[in-house]
Nanobody, 123 residues
Framework: VQLVEAGGGLVQPGGSLRLSCAAS????????MGWFRQAPGNDREFVGS????????KVADSVRGRFTISRDIVKNMVYLQMNSLKPEDTAVYFC?????????????????WGQGTQVTVSS
């Protein structure tokens, strides 16, 4: 499966961005999907995950109330709506497909990864 992220860019603090992830190839909607991010000098960290059917989702404490994850099973798309962005949200954001059906936050449980999209929050 190939995953391609889009929607990153430069935004001012307090602004919003919507990231998208397109799955192609042998994409299988029977797996959970996730978003991770990595800032320079930091480890990759969990942002959010959504179950195979889209009924369950989980986001990290650091983004709860500001970020929302969703998916369109028919279109093989996953989205990350990011509101009230802060400078500390600056990172490369990665989309990934899990080996499980239900949400999970462990990067080791994700088998396919996109190349990432840069999000920069700065005035």
């Amino acid at each position: 499966v190939q995953l391609v992220e889009a929607g990153g860019g430069l935004v001012q603090p307090g602004g919003s961005l919507r990231l998208s992830c397109a799955a192609s190839g042998n994409a299988n909607s029977a797996y959970a999907m996730g978003w991770f991010r990595q800032a320079p000098g930091n480890d990759r960290e969990f942002v959010g995950s959504i179950s195979w059917n889209g009924r369950t989702s989980k986001v990290a404490d650091s983004v709860r109330g500001r970020f929302t994850i969703s998916r369109d099973i028919v279109k093989n798309m996953v989205y990350l709506q990011m509101n009230s962005l802060k400078p500390e949200d600056t990172a490369v954001y990665f989309c990934a497909q899990s080996i499980t059906q239900e949400v999970n936050w462990r990067s080791s449980l994700y088998k396919s990864w996109g190349q990432g999209t840069q999000v920069t929050v700065s005035s």
